[in-house]
């Protein structure tokens, strides 16, 4: 048996800032995102997958994961994040699979589109679109919150989202799964992530109307509430460096978790074996409620 609380690393973590957004690379500790601790089982086999903000924390863990189980998958990450993004593409090909790396801002409309037409071609189909790339600053003062910050975390966060599901819907069949990350933050806001939280009650709105709206067509549409995740959106703005050394401790497992956590969720919600969920929020928050 394998205690919850300690399983993963449960000390503090050093203040270390960065420039957004951010490269896991360079953390202390590296997010565990399953490089060798996932062990797949063919879950996901012939199928091929899209991963927006593929390079790092949780939609690291899920691309790794996704290659582990028998997936082609191809990332999205922004251009700085290139050297990370290489670490993913090499543990998926050493599974055997292909991976297909797609660089590029989605806050650009025509990118948030070009991106999945770009996966189609490579991967030569498309089953599964994990919306997952996030933008988060934090702000304690709703005065101080600018134009630009508000405008860049809409269109990573929810209008990217729109327009990549748009451009998928010409080759998403019957069985094919869509999976947006939310956040507790969409059901339990905190006082500096207004912009943000706003965002991901969006997304998880965004789940319950297209499972309905999709379900007739066979498409599954679900979600994933991640609580305090150790990924680089934390340190490069997403929380303020104060609040780093005790990162996660106040959930009632009283640590942060890895993206490596969530990735057995990512995978059910994308394979066969998740056939009859749809319109659903997970939850990975280390016991706080998002009900």
Request: glycine share 6%; hydrophobic share 40%; aromatic share 12%.
């Given at each position: 048996m394998n205690n919850p609380i300690n399983k993963y690393f449960n000390e503090s973590f050093d203040k270390q800032p960065q420039e957004y957004p951010g490269i896991q690379s360079k953390m202390t500790p590296v997010p565990d995102c399953g490089?060798?601790?996932y062990k797949g089982a063919d879950k996901l086999k012939g199928k091929?997958?899209?991963i927006t903000g593929g390079d790092s924390g949780i939609g690291r863990a899920a691309a790794v994961a996704y290659g582990k189980e028998g997936a082609d998958v191809a990332i999205n990450y922004h251009p700085d994040e290139q050297s990370d993004a290489e670490e993913v593409k090499a543990v998926i090909e050493a599974?055997?699979?292909k991976c297909e790396l797609i660089p590029g801002d989605l806050r650009d409309k025509q990118f948030a589109i070009d991106v999945v037409e770009k996966a189609h071609e490579a991967l030569g189909g498309l089953d599964i679109l994990v919306l997952n790339a996030g933008m988060q600053q934090y702000e304690y003062d709703i005065e101080n919150l600018n134009e630009q910050q508000l405008r860049d975390t809409f269109e990573v966060?929810?209008?990217s989202n729109v327009f990549s599901i748009q451009a998928a819907m010409k080759?998403?069949?019957p069985g094919a799964s869509i999976i947006i990350t939310s956040s507790i933050q969409g059901v339990k806001p905190s006082l500096q992530l207004v912009d943000y939280a706003m965002t991901k009650s969006?997304?998880?709105s965004m789940t319950k109307s297209l499972a309905a709206q999709l379900g007739p067509k066979g498409i599954r549409v679900n979600s994933v509430a991640p609580g305090p995740i150790w990924t680089p959106l934390q340190i490069c703005g997403g929380q303020h460096q104060d609040k780093i050394p005790d990162f996660g401790k106040k959930e009632p497992l009283q640590r942060a978790g890895q993206p490596v956590e969530l990735a057995d969720v990512y995978v059910l919600l994308a394979s066969d074996n998740a056939s009859y969920i749809t319109g659903q929020v997970y939850g990975v928050t280390g016991g706080s409620p998002i009900n």
């Open positions: 490089e060798t601790s091929k997958a899209l599974a055997g699979q966060n929810v209008f080759y998403l069949k969006c997304n998880i």
